[in-house]
């Protein structure tokens, strides 16, 4: 059974940093791009980042480009969000993501979600 636990969330002040951690388990992950979502309530869920393993390659939304990184640690299957700068606007449920090839799929196609982590960012 896949699991990705996600840890690292809470309550910072403008300008502050947090990281991010998802753990997956269950299941080879070679092949599979990992990222985070974030929502807020009232709207939908929006893609920040995402991290291949086969490639190493990652993509950023626009709002996450220049403030957040996203890297991976083979050996523990884990992935990071190194969230710096943050702002108000960033406050939301973070959640982790795991699929095949691409998480640029609709929301309904991505195999693995995460419970979901709470970031909130006082001004």
């Known amino acids: 059974q896949v699991q990705l636990v996600e840890s690292g969330g809470g309550l910072v002040q403008a300008g502050g940093s947090l990281r991010l951690s998802c753990a997956a388990s269950g299941r080879t992950f070679s092949s599979y791009v990992m990222g985070w979502f974030r929502q807020v309530p009232g709207k939908e869920r929006e893609f920040v980042a995402a991290f291949s393993w086969s490639l190493g390659r990652t993509t950023y939304a626009d709002s996450a480009k220049g403030r957040f990184t996203i890297t991976g640690d083979n050996a523990k299957n884990t992935v990071f969000l190194q969230m710096n700068t943050l702002k108000p606007e960033d406050t939301a449920v973070y959640y982790c993501?795991?699929?095949?090839?691409?998480?640029?799929?609709?929301?309904?196609?991505?195999?693995?979600w995460g419970q979901g982590t709470q970031v909130t960012v006082s001004s």
């Open positions: 993501a795991a699929n095949p090839l691409s998480l640029l799929v609709p929301e309904s196609s991505i195999q693995h």
